[in-house]
């Protein structure tokens, strides 16, 4: 589904991608795994297509098609999602109208009808109901005043409704307590299907221990320097990434 | 007498201007007069005027109109083109500034709305417009208010008794015929509501033709106790629009006042709006949108003055500038010695779209008196780019969610419009700018 060849990116003049190299078939759930500053969010943000960042060089795969060339939107149609570490509050925008003209967009960029305003409350309560998430939330200005969970949870409502083929979750975890922790989980499992994926880019393990991965990579200078099962999150978790980076520094 | 033309400024062709209107009631005529004094003293305000230092409305009225050319006869516009179809009224229309009896209907009953033309009310002897006229608007401290007031002939009175609660707004269309030349117009609002009462008023800007044409108005409105007014101004005038207008409202203790100000087209559009809040329990909202692109300036001008104690005034201005347009703002807010317990508030948001865009804007808050609650704010920036891109992550493309979010500022300022229709055909044109067809 997704093929990212020796991707390297820059900001400004800042490398933060040497050479990422990652094969990701349908149905898998991959975790990215690193210390702070290893280039995790920067490989979220390039392969939804921020234009802060710089493609120096590689190349970027999403069934057939070449990821790179695409406006953001476009990726979001094809089906990529990202999952916001930071969500973005914007006054005056309600989730249910923002969520109605991008599922709308969608649909009209596959030459679908859109959904009339009944048959999307209607799926809109069943997504709803995946994340635990109310009514009354969604009514509001988006994500504007809302706290770290609700936010994530948010983000979490929105990929069930847009059904993406691949979702990206930065740091999904980040700010969350356990339970808000467990009903972000819940959603992400209940969408997975054999003909989806999911990257999951985090700094501990603990949200592994919900969203089981079948690969686990570990990101460093900008390279995945190591890749494991699921057991290679638990060592991380008891020895740190200190040992990664001897390791790295001996080859 | 004789004018002391400092620079080359267009004053003595405006004094000239002013001895040729001629004064249709005698009632008034040392005011005129004294008007004509403090005009002659003050001149057009030139580049170091502190009040018009960033809107160059001296200099274009030099450099664009010829007073010897300026149009004077009857025009045969259709101004039923311009008025707002959804919502009905009672219709007042000035072409030229001239009070057009024909094309105006009032279809309130008499005992809840009483208008004319001002001057008139005023040759008639109106006890109620002999006096509050020309009491409000300081002729001294303003050049164009004194010009006005020393040569407007036509206006519209509006007198609206105690206890009558109009159920149809007032709608006053400004039209300007510009199509054979140029225009000039100086015409002259006095607005009384009565105890009790509560009325809305809309006025609305327009133009036909090409010409360069200018407007100065002036309006005063009092609003007497526990009466309440919401009053609209729709500046959209695709032509060659300069425009000063002084709005001065007079509030009595208990009263309500709304004003809204949406300044979307013309050339230059300057607005005064000041609110004198001369009783206790006084609540005022001023709401300004001023969207703006090409070579547009949009001033605002507002004075807010506590003389009372216990009174509320809340002002939220917001702006989106595109192309070479340019935004002024200056809120001041009075809160007098005596006006303990006042609350004042004050925003002005504003968004540049473009590099030529600028804006200018200053807060200036002047408080004598010890007990009371006032904060002001202003913000520019540009569309954030960060929640762009949260937009387009989720399949919006990049023009919808810009207009998304264009919207989405400005909605703050529509969402506060009572009057149903009104808030629908303003949302339209705000829409239509901002190009929201998703």
Redesign the interface.
Known sequence: MLSIKNLQAKIGDKQILNGINLEVKAGEVHAIMGPNGSGKSTLASVLAGREDYEVVQGEVEFQGQNLLDMAPEDRARAGVFLAFQYPVEIPGVSTINFMKTAVNQILKSRGQQPLDAVSFLKIMKEKMKLVDIDQSLLNRSLNEGFSGGEKKRNEIFQMAMLEPKLAILDETDSGLDIDALKIVAHGVNKLRTKSNAVIVVTHYQRLLDYIIPDFVHVLYKGKIVKSGTKDLALELEAKGYDWIKDEVAVA | MSVTVKEKNASAEVKNLIDKSVSLNPAVISIRKEALEAFQKLGLPDKKAEEYRHTPITSLLQRDFDYDALLSKPSDLDPKEYFIPSVKGNIIVLINGVYSSAHSSVISPADEVHITNLSEALAGGDTMALEHFAKYADVKSDAFTAWNTASWNHGVFIRIPENAIVQTPILIYHIHDARAGQVMSASRNLFVIGRHSEVTIIEKFDSAGLSHHFSNTVTEAVVSENAHLELYSIQNDAGSRYQVGLTHIHQAGSSLVNTFTFTLNGKLIRNNLQLSLDGEGIESHMFGLYLITDDTVADNHTTVDHRKPNSFSNEIYKGIMDGNSKGVFNGKIYVRPQAQKTNAFQSNKNILLSDKATVNTKPQLEIWADDVKCSHGCTTGQL????L??????????E??RA??L???A??VLNNVKHAELKTYIDQLVSERLHTN?
């Open positions: 954030d780019s960060e929640a891109f949260y937009l387009q992550t989720r399949g919006i493309n990049k919808t969610a998304m979010m919207y989405a500022f909605i703050e998703f």
